[in-house]
């Protein structure tokens, strides 16, 4: 008479368990480098943010809140801070790259910043300017270096993005 067999052999256990674990490394791998890939687009997205805001208030001739404006009749004064035309919005990347600033440019006072943003953990300004102003009422942008701007991940340099600055000020992505 034959006996039922109840359960898995050993060998049925250790090749399942095999494969499971060969399928989930392949995954987390594909995940890890899911998520590092979006940690740099996520950077460069909140940098664009910053660059289109501080060319939006430049082009508005939006004066910082905290400056006192002269009372006057004209749509001229509305660009005075500091009793001083003004000269525009900068966005300017710390000497470490770690960092930038938007900031107010209104002489002859040192432009003091709205908004500073630290760059997530591991991720890097590569190379491009140092800084980039926007003038007002279309007088262009003044780059300090070249007119894009790369953007990388510490630990995988094959993960890079550039922003580019056209002198008519567009502002664009490309994947590297």
């Given at each position: ?96 790259n770690l960092s930038y600033s938007i900031k107010a440019v209104c002489p002859p006072n040192t432009p003091s910043p709205i908004k500073t943003v630290t760059l997530p953990g591991g991720i890097v300004r590569v190379s491009g300017f140092s800084s980039v102003t926007f003038k ?41």
């Open positions: 008479m034959k006996r039922l067999q109840k359960g898995f052999t050993i060998i049925e256990l250790l090749v399942s368990i095999s494969v499971i674990a060969i399928i989930s490394g392949i995954g987390f791998a594909s995940f890890t480098q899911f998520n590092r890939k979006q940690q740099v687009t996520n950077t460069v997205m909140m940098i664009l943010s910053d660059l289109r805001l501080a060319q939006s208030k430049a082009q508005s001739s939006e004066i910082p809140p905290d400056t006192p404006t002269p009372p006057c009749e004209t749509p001229f004064c509305a660009t005075i801070c500091h009793g001083n035309p003004l000269v525009g919005y900068k966005v300017e990347f710390a000497a470490d007002p009422l279309q007088a262009g942008i003044q780059f300090v270096g070249v007119n894009k701007l790369v953007i990388s991940a510490t630990y995988d340099a094959s993960l890079t993005k550039t922003i580019n600055i056209s002198s008519g000020g567009e502002i664009n992505i490309t994947d590297n």
